[in-house]
């Protein structure tokens, strides 16, 4: 059984910094793609960023490029993301999702086999 479990969310006001957490087990991490997606209120999930297994390619939506890096650490089982210069409409739960596959493009809804429970990020004006 796969788990993914998120951590790092929280209270920030604007132009501040976070960096989630989402620790993986159940199967072996290093062979798939991972990424994050968010949920605002009374909005779709959206996709936020992407990395590949090896983490040799990344992929982000394009409200948060320049501005977050998608990390993975293979031997911790950890995918991170770290947020800088955050704002009000960041403000969203951040779910983690492991890919059925091993690539960062098309890093679509549909594309994804778990999910962590999310991780509240709530960025104060």
Partial sequence: QVQLVESGG????????????CAASGRTF????????????GKERE???????SGGSTAYVD?????CTI????????????????KPEDTAVYYCAQSRGTTAVSFSRDVIDYWGKGTLVTVSS
């Avoid at 996709?47 to 297994?53: C, E, G, N």
């Avoid at 409200?63 to 501005?67: A, E, K, M, Q």
């Avoid at 990390?71 to 955050?86: E, G, H, I």
């Fill in 10 to 21: 929280g209270l920030v006001q604007t132009g501040g910094s976070l960096r989630l957490s």
């Fill in 30 to 41: 290093s062979s798939y793609a991972m990424g994050w997606f968010r949920q605002a209120p």
């Fill in 47 to 53: 996709f936020v960023a992407a990395i590949s297994w």
């Fill in 63 to 67: 409200s948060v490029r320049g501005r």
């Fill in 71 to 86: 990390s993975r650490d293979n031997a911790k089982n950890t995918v991170y993301l770290q947020m800088n210069s955050l």
